[in-house]
């Protein structure tokens, strides 16, 4: 009787399943009841409370009579009409601003809650000390701001003066963002913009100097609304 060779025999090799993907970073922070919170409050907030009577309260401070103050170091500076690197500067830190937090939910919602309290810190500090612009002044139009907050686009708001809207916007920015790159880039576009508004002769020094300030406590204070789910990086 033949015998057939043997031949030894594998088990074939264990596939491992293929790894879950991870939920990205909107899908864990909308998971979170209080993330969803935030978010809604601050939109209530914004738009239900706060657009509605910004055009009345600029139209009102336009109108009341205010303060010429002295400014020795306004007056070291030269005056040019530096209108479009202002919106240049501005609006290209809010675009990369933005695009870094739009990868961040969690700092990109602190951050909204940080700018919807600076502006009502800069409404309290507006109505608080009535101002009015340097004599030198040049106009400085914002075309989006008057599309939101003007019923006419030749409505020029010129005594919402102390603080800096433009300045204080780009340090809370820098304040949002992570990073020792992004921070540097964005507090240097903010020392840019708050010279420039002194160039176009727009603010009192007074008015840039306390922009920071402001900007750092809106910051601040959205910490205590906007808790981390994890800690930040």
Known sequence: MRVLPSFPTHSLPDVAPAPALAPSPWAQALAEPAFRRGWLLLLVLLFGGLVPV??????????????????????????????????????????????????QPQLFLRGMWGYLLLLLLRMATIWLVPLVPPLAMLPLPDPFLALVFHTEA??????????????????????????????????????????????????YSYDVLAAPLFAWLAYWAAGFIVRPVAPEA
């Open 54 to 103: 910004v055009p009345g309260f600029f139209h009102y401070i336009q109108q009341r009579p205010g303060t010429l103050l002295p400014d020795p170091l306004l007056a070291l500076l030269p005056r040019h009409d530096v209108a479009w690197p202002i919106f240049g500067l501005m609006y290209g830190a809010v675009l990369v601003a933005v695009g870094w937090l739009t990868q």
């Open 154 to 203: 030749s409505e020029a708001i010129t005594k919402d003066l102390f603080f800096s809207g433009h300045t204080s916007t780009v340090v809370l920015l820098a304040l949002a963002v992570r990073g020792r790159w992004w921070r540097a880039g964005l507090a240097l576009a903010a020392l840019a913009v708050g010279l420039l508004v002194l160039v176009q002769r727009v603010h």
